[in-house]
């Protein structure tokens, strides 16, 4: 899987962040392969989750795969992680390399439209540790990203995660930040999107 990628990427420039963003980290041809791979092999499902006391079908649907048997909770989810396919093998190699990390833990969520999307959250899960370092594949449609920090309200920011993209966040981008994919009216394609982490 050739793949010429920015392995620089760029900064966004945040207070309280470390976030870097690296467009075309796998080419368009191999990414369109990648998601049509992923799309057919991966044994998706679609969750309940309890906001505020209520339940509803979490709108998206997401599959869990690891290097180890921990599990991964969130929203009052409990996931256990498939053994990682060839596929994934190689994708964490990539990222891996290009992060300076060695991920255990792969959330992959598969976005089938516009309404399906994430709501504001931060990835701190206690099982993560402090400061976490966190990675997200792209692929398929475009959508945008965005964030909000958590106590000055007039810091946002919004970038569109493109196909075949890598977005990287460190520090105490977790601790001080939110994030979402929203929901658009747009008539849009699917995306699969794949988050790495770190559960030991």
């Not at 620089?8 to 041809?29: C, E, M, T, V, W």
């Not at 964490?92 to 992060?99: M, S």
């Not at 990287?168 to 930040?177: F, P, R, S």
């Amino acid at each position: 899987m050739q793949n010429n990628q920015h392995t620089q990427g760029f900064p966004l420039h945040l207070p309280d962040a470390d976030i870097r963003y690296y467009p075309n980290f796998i080419n368009s041809k191999d990414a369109t392969s990648i998601f049509e791979t992923l799309l057919q092999e991966t044994p998706w499902q679609q969750d309940d989750i309890k906001v505020f006391g209520k339940v509803y079908a979490q709108p998206r649907l997401t599959a869990l795969y690891g290097t180890n048997l921990n599990t991964y909770s969130y929203s009052n989810i409990e996931m256990t992680p498939h053994p990682l396919t060839t596929t994934l093998a190689d994708l964490k190699q990539k990222v891996d390399q290009t992060c300076e990390a060695n991920f255990t833990t792969m959330l992959l969520n598969y976005y089938r439209d516009g309404k399906d999307s994430n709501g504001w959250h931060a990835d701190n899960e206690k099982e993560l540790g402090t400061n976490p370092v966190i990675a997200s594949l792209s692929f398929g449609q475009a959508r945008f990203f965005h964030l909000k920090h958590r106590t000055d309200k007039t810091l946002k920011h919004k970038l569109l995660l493109e196909h075949g993209s890598l977005l990287l966040m460190k520090g105490e981008t977790q601790h001080k930040w939110l994030h979402q994919i929203p929901k658009t009216t747009k008539q849009i394609q699917g995306r699969i999107n794949i988050t790495f982490r770190i559960i030991t």
